[in-house]
């Protein structure tokens, strides 16, 4: 098991395969931290699908208005929404996208992230200064890296729930 500093600003994710730890940086990406944590809190993230996974790239999840799959579940919406709650500024920062941290996923407008995020399989450093970080995968990546891959994948994997580590 992880050991986790600061219960209030860790997520653990569960998985198929597992749990995964997630140190969020909320001196880094505050406004993206409380997000996470409100949304995970509200249940929000429980059975939403990963929608874009691209093998050497990345996982992208977080669509809590179409990618419920208990909810109204239609695969060809899934990624399209976010939250109810408004778009957050960038904050983007000088930490690159390592393998297992936690980028914002947005549209073209680097202020129009929401809910959806995404976790690198690999450095990508391409990303960085485009892309808010605002955690890392600090155990479980193997879990990650089981995830199923496609655009979307034919079956998709997806969050069976999202916790505040300091709720559990």
């Known amino acids: 098991m992880a050991e986790i500093k600061d219960p209030e600003n860790t997520i ?16 880094v990406a505050p406004q993206h931290v409380t997000r996470m944590k409100e949304l995970a809190r509200a249940g929000a993230y429980d059975n939403v699908v990963f929608h874009r996974v ?22 060809r919406r899934a ?27 947005r549209a073209q407008n680097p ?3 929401n809910s959806q995020f995404f976790i690198n399989f690999t450095d990508n450093h391409f990303l960085n200064g485009q892309y808010t970080v605002y955690g890392r995968v600090i155990e479980g990546m193997e879990h990650v890296d089981a995830i199923t891959r496609g655009e ?3 079956n998709p994997d997806r969050l069976l729930s999202v916790k505040v580590a300091a709720d559990a």
């Open 54 to 75: 691209i093998d050497g790239f990345m996982a992208q999840t977080g669509d809590v208005a179409h990618g419920n799959a208990e909810k109204d579940f239609d695969l």
């Open 152 to 154: 979307p994948p034919a």
């Open 79 to 105: 990624g399209t929404g976010g939250s109810d709650l408004p778009d957050l500024p960038a904050e983007f920062s000088r930490l690159p996208h390592d393998r297992g941290t936690i980028g914002a996923a």
């Open 12 to 27: 653990v994710i569960e998985l198929k395969d597992g749990p995964v730890t997630v140190e969020l940086l909320p001196d």
């Open 111 to 113: 202020n129009s992230a």
